[in-house]
């Protein structure tokens, strides 16, 4: 929130100043949410600019279209990994189509759900598709809940949550790896990067994404599902959000409310301040490695997870 209205107030003053010099263009990404159209308000006042909304008629279709290249792309390539035959994609695509209000997000998801099949049959296709969840908050859950060790997901995932930054694949398997009782980076139980990267996959599925060798969520609304508001963590029980055509809508009017919400494993059950306990222990345990006996300058350049360490 403080970024976003210190980046209001700096572009404020950048088209408030008539005596600036050269076109400078900014292109702005957010969800329709009232506050947020209000602080950009003044931006329209004053200067010229282009609102371009993904909640009209024109746009969600536009949308939707592009959606559908998505899945057929997405057909070809699941159809290529399952040696599919020319009708089997045909059936594939055609059953996927049927379902409405489709977004990335779910996309994503039920060919994540199709390729880890063990076999491929048109009712077992038939079969993914109505079982595939039709809230972020389902979805959310169901991808945790198929975590081969939900000790370690859920660690890796307030390390993701409360980290300053990004972490690299090599950093991540670090963190997971170390403990205060360890002195001797040698001692450290590390898989290789590659190998690695397949843990955390089998850890967090689709939760996360590894991009660039770091380690992010697969979309903001992730973080808005593990981690409680103030509000909601004092007062009231948890609201989600809602898979809509645009993927743009989310939790102001969008009630998530069902039987399986009480059920939930993991929404909301990332408090900030364990996160942070988690980040503080890990860097103290880094910090009294043997690797940091040697003078500074021999370790610094070369070390990894430093800079996290000595914030």
Same mark, same amino acid.
């Given at each position: ?33 009232? +506050? ?14 282009? +609102? ?5 008629? *024109?746009?969600? #279709? ?31 695509? =055609? ?11 779910? *996309? ?49 995932? +307030? ?29 450290? #139980? ?34 808005? %599902? ?8 004092? %007062? ?20 998530? +409310? =069902?039987? =399986? ?34 003078? *500074? ?15």
């Amino acid at each position: 929130m403080n970024a976003r209205r210190k980046l209001t107030q700096a572009l404020e003053k950048l088209y408030r100043n008539v005596n600036r010099k050269g076109i400078l263009n900014f292109l702005i990404t957010s969800r329709p949410y009232v +506050h947020l159209q209000r602080e950009f308000q003044i931006f329209k006042n004053a200067s010229p600019t282009i +609102h371009l909304s993904g909640e009209d008629g *024109v746009e969600v #279709d536009r949308i939707e279209k592009e959606i559908n290249i998505v899945i057929q792309k997405r057909v070809e390539e699941t159809g290529a990994k399952l040696q599919l035959e020319e009708h089997k994609q045909l059936f594939l695509r =055609n059953e996927i189509l049927l379902i409405p209000d489709r977004t990335y997000l779910w *996309v994503t998801f039920i060919f994540d759900v199709i390729e880890t099949s063990l076999s491929y049959t048109n009712k077992k296709v038939q079969g993914s598709i109505k079982s595939v969840p039709r809230t972020v908050s389902e979805a959310y859950e169901r991808i945790l809940s198929q975590s081969l060790d939900e000790n370690k997901a859920r660690r890796l995932l +307030h390390i993701v949550v409360g980290a300053a930054r990004p972490l690299a694949v090599k950093e991540m398997s670090i963190a997971l790896a170390i403990n205060l009782d360890c002195r001797e980076y040698a001692n450290l #139980d590390l898989e290789p990067e590659a190998r690695f990267a397949t843990t955390v996959r089998n850890l967090c599925g689709l939760f996360v994404t590894i991009v660039d060798s770091n380690i992010y969520f697969l979309h903001q609304t992730a973080k808005v %599902f593990l981690v409680p508001t103030l509000a909601l963590t004092a %007062f009231s029980p948890a609201i989600g959000n809602s898979i809509t055509a645009t993927g743009t809508r989310s939790a102001d009017n969008q009630d998530d +409310h =069902n039987g =399986n919400e009480r059920d939930s494993c993991w929404k909301q059950t990332l408090l900030p301040v364990e996160s942070n306990r988690i980040l503080l222990e890990i860097c103290m345990s880094y910090l009294l490695l043997d690797i940091f006996e040697q003078e *500074v300058k021999d370790f610094y350049q070369q070390s990894i997870f430093i800079d996290l360490s000595i914030q």
